[in-house]
């Protein structure tokens, strides 16, 4: 069955460092998105992705923050300066453009920021 | 941000036994409602869905249940399973237009044996 991938599944940080997170999403969806969660909160919406465009993100998506789709393959979600508070798992999510089609996620990436 | 909660931090049920999972929302605009089911280190896995023009959705042992007058939804897992333990969302959506979902805040459901 396919299945969204992201990499890498960890990754430290410095504050103030720039990092960049890899997605893979399923081949024949067409959405795109990215969502996080603090440890111990809920998951939380960041962004949506569609036709090479942001259609909707929260306002948890500051400059800081932004997505790109590179290649025909990969979404990418690169963060500019890392802070303590940005530490969470990282979950990319894509659906089809089918009516009534849920989003499939991926694994996560954890985060950590020091 | 209160619009999705689930007020069950934690369930545990009897293998075998029905378990029921609750979530109220407070905005009438929602009108696309899923569960997600999570094993820690993974991300949430789709279990299943229900429009607004419906009160009832079954998958198997599956059921959910929407009360829209209520803003009330609810999972059945019936019979429960060991391999069912895990952190169970509800998310909701407005569907055409609005892309985003929202979660609550998760039950974690155990199967004791």
């Known amino acids: 069955e396919p299945e969204v991938t992201q990499t890498p599944s960890h990754q430290v940080t410095q504050m103030g460092q720039e990092v960049i997170l890899r997605c893979v999403p399923i081949?024949?969806?067409?959405?795109f998105y990215w969502y996080r969660q603090i440890l111990g909160q809920k998951v939380e919406f960041l962004v949506s992705f569609y036709n090479n465009e942001i259609s909707e993100k929260s306002e948890i998506f500051d400059d800081q923050f932004s997505v790109e789709r590179p290649d025909g393959s990969n979404f990418t979600l690169k963060i500019r300066s890392t802070k303590l508070e940005d530490s969470a798992m990282y979950f990319c999510?894509?659906?089809?453009?089918?009516?009534?089609?849920?989003?499939?996620f991926g694994p996560g990436t954890r985060l950590l920021v020091l | 941000d209160q619009q999705v909660k689930q007020n069950s931090p934690s369930l545990s049920v009897q293998e075998g036994r029905i378990s029921i999972l609750n979530c109220d929302y407070t905005n009438s605009m929602f009108d696309y409602f899923l569960w997600y089911k999570k094993y820690p280190a993974e991300g949430p896995t789709f279990l299943i869905s229900i429009s607004s023009i419906k009160d009832k959705n079954e998958d198997g042992r599956f059921t959910v249940f929407l009360n829209k007058s209520a803003k009330h939804l609810s999972l059945h897992i019936v019979p429960s399973q060991p391999g069912d333990s895990a952190v169970y969302f509800c998310?909701?959506?407005?569907?055409?237009?609005?892309?985003?979902?929202?979660f609550g805040t998760g039950t974690r459901l155990t199967i004791i044996p």
């Open positions: 081949s024949n969806h067409l959405y």
């Open positions: 999510a894509s659906r089809s453009d089918r009516a009534e089609e849920t989003q499939y």
């Open positions: 998310a909701v959506s407005i569907f055409f237009g609005n892309e985003k979902l929202t």
